[in-house]
């Protein structure tokens, strides 16, 4: 319930934001209304992977759904184009499986969604049997991180990375874990390299773009595909049925006239004209070149709900989580610590944050602050690095 006093409005409010009255009868003039009103969005990135985010994002859809607001015109959208993705019905089924489990334990006591965090994967490393892992892989490429300092617990990292017979890493500086642990560095170039397509849309545009290198990668850097091209070629990953240049006729939805050469290998600027000529564009990337991106709105079947439908498809959303919480019963049977199962919860509950229960000892707050390294940018595309 909103409710707008007249008198303490700002001057222009009616000039700027409409008159609030308009229309809505009922009251004298110039008192205090009260208008019903439904939220129309929310918007959330990179918060689940906080330690309540998963909690939190489950109420605030939760409140759509109520709505009848999923997909739906004023309502919210999971992305820019309807669609299911390809997870959700396994998610109907989330009963633990025996061991021995991947390092990032997937589906296993611990982490019945899994865990690839860099924190938790190097607790697995360094002890294997007590996650009931029986394989842990020799080899570690590290692509744009410096997870020694940006991941939690830098005991852990430092004890797993020891571990590696063998560590690359791939980023335009030699950062600490660079510096400690690579056995080779493969510097990557920053914005003088092909990135793309790029999604540049919005929810009612579709639109693509790439972005294009200036000028040739500086001194001895090159630019990531490049870079994981070679490395594929090193492997004997890249060639025939099954390798890399496959991988990416599927993956990148080549048209037949466009599907790359198993057994050639491929150049970058090659890669990335075949899928703009299989999506329509003749010019392949002298279009983007020239024209910057490419647009069209997107149809309104493409937005939302269709008419007669109670959702996309009819698909049925889960307000009530029923296989999180057999997971949490597999969990609590195979005594699992409350510490990994206390967030699978039928319905989203709030608990109160690990921070807020350490001992009086703690009497400090730390506010980590970081830089959003220029890799991660996208260049020209990111407004704060535009300007």
């Known amino acids: ?43 959330a990135d990179h918060v689940t992977q906080q330690e309540m985010g998963f909690q939190a994002v489950r109420a605030a859809e939760q409140v759509f759904m109520l709505l009848g607001a999923i997909n739906a015109v004023g309502g919210v ?34 982490f019945p969604l899994s865990s690839a965090n860099p924190s938790m994967v190097s607790q ?29 617990s830098q005991v852990d990292i430092s004890g797993a990375y020891s571990e590696f017979k063998f560590v690359a890493v791939i980023d335009p500086w030699l950062n600490e874990t660079a510096d400690h642990y690579a056995d080779v560095v493969l510097p990557s170039a920053t914005m003088e390299q092909y990135d793309g397509p790029l999604n540049v849309g919005t929810m009612y545009t579709e639109a693509f773009t790439m972005r294009l290198p200036p ?26 049925p099954g390798g890399m240049n496959d991988v990416l006729n599927t993956m990148m939805a080549f048209q037949s006239a466009f599907r790359l050469d198993l057994d050639a290998k491929p150049q970058t600027r090659s890669i990335l004209s075949r899928w703009a000529k299989s999506n329509g564009i003749e010019q392949g990337v002298r279009f983007f070149e020239e024209a910057g991106v ?29 296989s999180l919480l057999e997971a949490r019963r597999d969990m609590e049977d195979l005594g699992t610590g409350d510490s990994y199962s206390q967030d699978y919860t039928a319905l ?14 703690y009497d400090l707050t730390l506010i980590s602050y970081r830089k959003v390294q220029y890799i991660r940018s996208r260049a020209t595309h990111f407004v704060h690095m535009n300007e």
Request: glycine fraction near 10%; hydrophobic fraction near 30%; charge should be negative.
């Open 1 to 43: 319930k909103l409710t707008i006093d007249p008198s303490k409005a700002p001057p222009c409010y009616a000039e700027c934001h409409g008159d609030p009255f308009e229309g809505a009868g009922g009251a004298v003039e110039g008192e205090p209304r009260d208008y019903i009103y439904r939220p129309v969005g929310i918007m």
């Open 77 to 110: 959208h999971p992305d820019f184009k309807m669609g299911v993705t390809d997870t959700f019905a396994g998610y109907d089924n989330l009963r633990v499986r025996n061991p021995p489990y991947d390092i990032t334990l997937e589906r296993s006591r611990f």
């Open 124 to 152: 697995v490393i360094k002890e294997p049997s007590v996650f009931n892992v029986d394989y842990k892989p020799d080899v570690l490429i590290v692509r744009d991180g410096n997870t020694l300092i940006d991941a939690a």
């Open 215 to 240: 000028i040739s990668p500086l001194f001895s850097s090159r630019g990531y595909i490049d870079i994981i091209i070679d490395l594929a070629e090193s492997a004997g990953v890249l060639y025939g």
């Open 294 to 322: 490419t647009a069209q709105n997107r149809p309104p079947e493409a937005i939302y709900t269709q008419p007669g439908y109670r959702s996309y498809s009819n698909m049925r959303h889960r307000f009530y989580g029923a």
């Open 348 to 361: 989203p509950t709030w608990r109160t944050p690990t921070f807020e229960g350490s001992g009086s000892e």
